[in-house]
């Protein structure tokens, strides 16, 4: 695969994005790949060359570029109970700037990703999101519902809450297709929460499937974590291989 980092503005600043893309020279479909909460790294790259590899083009943002460049800190030991918790005080107020107002920030980040992708690719797009990742291409598909064409999230919670700006509210304004590949070990997304997103989603008529991966914890497709579960990877990307398959020309 063709990769290398490239320069999107936003209108926030600078992110730091990952592109790659098959080697053909033509110009193919493209796929938003929204990375986790832990970061920018080596295996987001690795999944976005996987996915490239099917015939896309894909571009991996920094999320987080507002806290700088990535690498913007060394991998954590999150089984360690003292560095997860300080660890995850660096991640509180850099993914509560994404979410405040609504996701405001992420909608107009998100839009700048969207506008480098349309100079790269033709037509819609489809947005895949891990961990917070998911909510982020969700919130997405809300903004352009011409734009995004498909959604695919893994592992990601905190979609149903009791605030008024609960994720799920956003389903009337989703025309993508979606696919939840829920991890039945996460705490974050119980299945009340699931049934609320689901119903919330049928009653909109957002066409959709959702799955939830038995013996799965959140996290499950990422290699360099603890909760890394290998089945349910190749089961996840089996499944976003499908969506894409359907909702987007290569």
């Given at each position: 695969?063709?990769?290398?980092?490239?320069?999107?503005?936003?209108?926030?600043?600078?992110?730091?994005?990952?592109?790659?893309?098959?080697?053909?020279?033509?110009?193919?479909?493209?796929?938003?790949?929204?990375?986790?909460?832990?970061?920018?790294?080596?295996?987001?790259?690795?999944?976005?060359?996987?996915?490239?590899?099917?015939?896309?083009?894909?571009?991996?943002?920094?999320?987080?570029?507002?806290?700088?460049r990535?690498?913007?800190?060394?991998?954590?030991?999150?089984?360690d109970?003292?560095?997860?918790?300080e660890?995850?005080?660096?991640?509180?107020?850099?993914?509560?700037?994404?979410?405040?107002?609504?996701?405001a920030?992420?909608?107009?980040?998100?839009?700048?990703?969207?506008?480098?992708?349309?100079?790269?690719?033709?037509?819609?797009?489809?947005?895949?999101?891990?961990?917070?990742?998911?909510?982020?291409?969700?919130?997405?598909?809300?903004?352009?519902?011409?734009?995004?064409?498909?959604?695919?999230?893994?592992?990601?919670?905190?979609?149903?809450?009791?605030?008024d700006?609960?994720?799920?509210?956003?389903?009337?304004?989703?025309k993508?297709?979606?696919?939840?590949?829920?991890?039945?070990?996460?705490?974050?997304?119980?299945?009340?929460?699931?049934?609320?997103?689901?119903?919330?989603?049928?009653?909109?008529?957002?066409?959709?499937t959702?799955e939830?991966?038995?013996?799965?914890?959140?996290?499950?497709?990422?290699?360099?974590?603890?909760?890394?579960?290998?089945?349910?990877?190749?089961?996840?990307?089996?499944?976003?291989?499908?969506?894409?398959?359907?909702?987007?020309s290569?």
């Amino acid at each position: 695969m063709n990769g290398s980092t490239i320069d999107v503005k936003t209108t926030d600043g600078t992110a730091d994005c990952y592109l790659t893309k098959p080697a053909d020279g033509e110009k193919n479909p493209g796929v938003l790949l929204i990375m986790d909460a832990i970061g920018m790294r080596a295996r987001i790259h690795e999944m976005a060359d996987r996915v490239a590899a099917q015939g896309y083009v894909v571009l991996a943002p920094n999320v987080f570029y507002r806290a700088g460049r990535a690498p913007q800190w060394d991998m954590p030991n999150l089984a360690d109970e003292n560095e997860r918790a300080e660890f995850f005080k660096k991640l509180g107020p850099l993914m509560g700037e994404l979410k405040a107002d609504g996701g405001a920030k992420a909608a107009s980040d998100g839009t700048a990703y969207l506008d480098k992708l349309a100079e790269l690719s033709p037509g819609p797009v489809a947005v895949v999101g891990y961990c917070m990742g998911g909510w982020f291409a969700w919130t997405l598909a809300a903004t352009h519902p011409d734009r995004v064409a498909a959604v695919g999230g893994f592992h990601t919670g905190h979609m149903v809450s009791e605030d008024d700006d609960s994720p799920h509210l956003l389903a009337p304004k989703v025309k993508a297709e979606v696919y939840w590949g829920h991890a039945d070990q996460d705490h974050s997304m119980t299945p009340e929460n699931i049934a609320t997103l689901d119903k919330a989603m049928d009653a909109a008529g957002v066409k959709h499937t959702t799955e939830v991966y038995t013996g799965a914890s959140h996290g499950y497709t990422m290699s360099d974590m603890g909760a890394y579960n290998e089945a349910a990877t190749e089961r996840h990307f089996k499944a976003l291989f499908a969506l894409l398959e359907r909702t987007l020309s290569v």
